[in-house]
C-alpha cells in the first residue's frame, strides 16, 4: 500500500536557470532510470527498482522532490548532455531527475576504488589482512577522486534544494556529501542513511586515520544519521566515540541506547529504519504469467517430489555462497537419504565483474558447484542447478516453490531476499539464516540461525528445516512473512522524512 505524506513546502523557482528548487532532495550513486545507447546512436530509458523508487512515489508527484544521481553509462551520459540540468520526465517515470555526468576516470576510482574496495570492504569485514588492505600512493589518489564525486554531488543538491528543504542521502557512495553540503547550506535539514553494515571500532580502525575521521565527519555534518538495525547504528556510535572521543566527541544515550552524537556544536540524532519487502508487489507479480510459466518449467526440471533448497544472491563476496555449497555437500555426505530427494538451486547473478576479486570469487562459484555435480550427481538427478542469468520472474516462481531457503552471508546490512521469500512462499518455507544479516534482528526466532563460518553447523541447520513439519513450517513462514513486511519501502522513506523534519 503507498502511504501519502503531505508536505506543507512548495517549490521555490531559481532566478538564475528558472528551474524550481525543491523541497525534498535524494542524493544516490544509482538513479531511477538507466539508458541504454542503441547502435544507431538512439537511447533507451529503462525505470528503475528498488526500496528508492517506491519511497519517492509515496510522497505523490505535487511534492517537488529532485532525485540526484550519477551517469553510469555511456548511454546515460549521452542522456544528460541532451538533457541539460534535468532528465525528461517522461523517461524517469515522473521523477524529476539530475543526473551527474561526472568524468569516467573519477567516477571508476571513486565507485570501484574507494567504495567498493575498501568502504564495502571494511563494513562487512571482508579484508584478507595478512595481505590487505594496503593504503598507498594508489590509494590516495583515489580518495581524491571520491572527495571529487563527493563534491560534486554535494554542489548539484546545493543548487536544487529549496530554503529549508529536506535532503535525504543514500549509503556508503556519499558519505561525505551531509559535511559537504552543510558547509554550503547550511538552512538544509540533511539526513544520511547508511544500507550497508557499519564496522565495530577495531576494524574500522584498519582505515587510515585521517580518512576514519574524515568518513566520521562527513556524515556527522547531517541533522541525522539513520541505518537498518540497532546494531549498525550502535557500531557507528562506537567508531565515533573510538575515533573522535580524543576531539570532543559524545555519544547521545537514553535508557542504554545511542541515540545521538555530539561534535563540535553540533548534534546528529541516530536513527533505524528496518526496511522491509513490498508485499503487495510481490504477490501480485509473483503470481503473473511469466512466473506460472517459469513455475511449471522449474517442477519439470527440477521432478514433482523433490524438495527445493533455494538461495538467490549476486555474486558479492559478502553473500558467503561457496560456504553454503560447502555446507551442502557437507549434508549430502552426512545424510546420504537426501540425494536424489532435494535440489539445490542456486541463482548466483553475477556482480562487479568489473574487479578481479569479483570475478575470481564467481568462478569459484561455478567450480564447487560443478565439482558437487560431478562427485553426487546421477543420470536423473543434477545436485545443484546452478543459475548465473538473472532473471525475476524465474527467481519469484522459486520462491514460491522453495521448501528451504539458505540466507548465509558474512554480513548484510538487511538482506532482502530473506524477506521476500516468506512473503511469496506457496505452502511455506523454512529459513535458514545467517546471525550476521540485519535481518537476523527481526526474522532470527523463527528462522533457524547459523554462523555463517560454521559449514557443519549450517549443513546440520539445513537438514533440520529439511525435516521441519509441513505445519510448523507453514506457521513460521506466515510469521516470517508479517515481520518481514512490517516497514514496507514507501513507508521506510516516509518514516525518515518526518524524522528529518522533527529536528
Known amino acids: 500500500m503507498v502511504v501519502e505524506h503531505t508536505f506543507t513546502a512548495t517549490a521555490d523557482t531559481d532566478p538564475a536557470g528558472g528551474v524550481e528548487a525543491a523541497?525534498?532532495?535524494?542524493?544516490?550513486?544509482?538513479?531511477?532510470?538507466?539508458?541504454?545507447?542503441?547502435?544507431?546512436?538512439?537511447?533507451?530509458?529503462?525505470?528503475?527498482?528498488?526500496?528508492?523508487?517506491?519511497?519517492?512515489?509515496?510522497?505523490?508527484?505535487?511534492?517537488?522532490?529532485?532525485?540526484?544521481?550519477?551517469?553510469?553509462?555511456?548511454?546515460?551520459?549521452?542522456?544528460?548532455?541532451?538533457?541539460?540540468?534535468?532528465?525528461?520526465?517522461?523517461?524517469?517515470?515522473?521523477?524529476?531527475?539530475?543526473?551527474?555526468?561526472?568524468?569516467?576516470?573519477?567516477?571508476?576510482?571513486?565507485?570501484?576504488?574507494?567504495?567498493?574496495?575498501?568502504?564495502?570492504?571494511?563494513?562487512?569485514?571482508?579484508?584478507?589482512?595478512?595481505?590487505?588492505?594496503?593504503?598507498?600512493?594508489?590509494?590516495?589518489?583515489?580518495?581524491?577522486?571520491?572527495?571529487?564525486?563527493?563534491?560534486?554531488?554535494?554542489?548539484?543538491?546545493?543548487?536544487?534544494?529549496?530554503?529549508?528543504?529536506?535532503?535525504?542521502?543514500?549509503?556508503?557512495?556519499l558519505t561525505l556529501v551531509p559535511g559537504l553540503l552543510r558547509a554550503r547550506r547550511p538552512d538544509l535539514r540533511i539526513g544520511h542513511f547508511s544500507h550497508t553494515p557499519w564496522a565495530p571500532p577495531d576494524y574500522y580502525r584498519l582505515l587510515p586515520d585521517d580518512i576514519a575521521e574524515q568518513v566520521l565527519r562527513g556524515m556527522l555534518g547531517g541533522d541525522r544519521a539513520a541505518f537498518l538495525t540497532r546494531r549498525w547504528a550502535e557500531a557507528f556510535a562506537a567508531c565515533c566515540a573510538s575515533v573522535l572521543g580524543g576531539r570532543g566527541a559524545k555519544v547521545v544515550r537514553e535508557d542504554g541506547v545511542a541515540t545521538a552524537v555530539r561534535f563540535e556544536g553540533r548534534t546528529t540524532r541516530l536513527g533505524v529504519h528496518a526496511l522491509g519487502a513490498d508485499a503487495a508487489f510481490l504477490r501480485e507479480r509473483a503470481h503473473r504469467p511469466d512466473v506460472e510459466e517459469w513455475m511449471t518449467t522449474l517442477r519439470r526440471q527440477f521432478g514433482p517430489d523433490r524438495r527445493v533448497l533455494l538461495r538467490v544472491d549476486r555474486t558479492e563476496l559478502s553473500k558467503n555462497i561457496v560456504r553454503g555449497l560447502h555446507a551442502y555437500r557437507r549434508l549430502l555426505e552426512d545424510h546420504p537419504e537426501w540425494r536424489e530427494q532435494v535440489v539445490h538451486v542456486a541463482?548466483?547473478?553475477?556482480?562487479?565483474?568489473?574487479?578481479?576479486?569479483?570475478?575470481?570469487?564467481?568462478?569459484?562459484?561455478?567450480?564447487?558447484?560443478?565439482?558437487i555435480n560431478t562427485a553426487f550427481g546421477t543420470e536423473g538427478w543434477q545436485p545443484v542447478s546452478l543459475h548465473v542469468k538473472d532473471d525475476f520472474a524465474r527467481s519469484l516462481a522459486a520462491y514460491r516453490l522453495a521448501d528451504v531457503?539458505?540466507?548465509?552471508?558474512?554480513?548484510?546490512?538487511?538482506?532482502?531476499?530473506?524477506?521476500?521469500?516468506?512473503?511469496?512462499?506457496?505452502?511455506?518455507?523454512?529459513?535458514?539464516?545467517?546471525?550476521?544479516?540485519?535481518?537476523?534482528?527481526?526474522?532470527?526466532?523463527?528462522?533457524?540461525?547459523?554462523?555463517?563460518?560454521?559449514?557443519?553447523?549450517?549443513?546440520?541447520?539445513?537438514?533440520?528445516?529439511?525435516?521441519?513439519?509441513?505445519?510448523?513450517?507453514?506457521?513460521?513462514?506466515?510469521?516470517?512473512?508479517?515481520?518481514?513486511?512490517?516497514?514496507?519501502?514507501?513507508?521506510?522513506?516516509v518514516e525518515q522524512l518526518r524524522a528529518l523534519e522533527a529536528r
Open 23 to 173: 523541497p525534498i532532495v535524494v542524493a544516490s550513486n544509482r538513479g531511477p532510470v538507466s539508458y541504454r545507447l542503441h547502435e544507431d546512436g538512439s537511447l533507451a530509458a529503462g525505470r528503475g527498482g528498488g526500496g528508492l523508487v517506491s519511497g519517492l512515489s509515496a510522497i505523490g508527484p505535487d511534492a517537488g522532490a529532485v532525485w540526484v544521481c550519477a551517469a553510469l553509462t555511456e548511454g546515460d551520459r549521452r542522456a544528460v548532455a541532451h538533457a541539460g540540468r534535468r532528465l525528461d520526465t517522461g523517461d524517469t517515470g515522473g521523477h524529476r531527475v539530475r543526473m551527474l555526468d561526472i568524468p569516467p576516470a573519477t567516477f571508476a576510482a571513486a565507485y570501484n576504488g574507494v567504495a567498493n574496495s575498501v568502504l564495502w570492504f571494511v563494513h562487512h569485514m571482508l579484508w584478507q589482512t595478512p595481505l590487505e588492505p594496503v593504503f598507498d600512493r594508489d590509494f590516495r589518489a583515489q580518495w581524491a577522486e571520491y572527495e571529487a564525486y563527493n563534491t560534486a554531488f554535494a554542489d548539484a543538491i546545493a543548487e536544487e534544494a529549496a530554503e529549508g528543504a529536506s535532503v535525504l542521502v543514500q549509503d556508503y557512495h
Open 347 to 371: 541463482f548466483a547473478y553475477p556482480s562487479r565483474q568489473d574487479l578481479k576479486v569479483y570475478r575470481d570469487y564467481t568462478a569459484e562459484v561455478e567450480r564447487v558447484a560443478q565439482e
Open 405 to 493: 531457503a539458505l540466507v548465509n552471508p558474512i554480513r548484510d546490512g538487511m538482506n532482502l531476499v530473506a524477506k521476500e521469500v516468506p512473503v511469496v512462499s506457496d505452502h511455506g518455507c523454512a529459513l535458514v539464516l545467517s546471525r550476521e544479516a540485519g535481518a537476523a534482528a527481526e526474522l532470527g526466532d523463527d528462522a533457524i540461525t547459523v554462523n555463517p563460518y560454521d559449514v557443519e553447523a549450517t549443513a546440520r541447520a539445513l537438514h533440520a528445516a529439511l525435516l521441519m513439519d509441513p505445519g510448523e513450517r507453514a506457521e513460521r513462514s506466515k510469521r516470517l512473512a508479517s515481520a518481514a513486511t512490517a516497514l514496507p519501502p514507501a513507508r521506510w522513506f
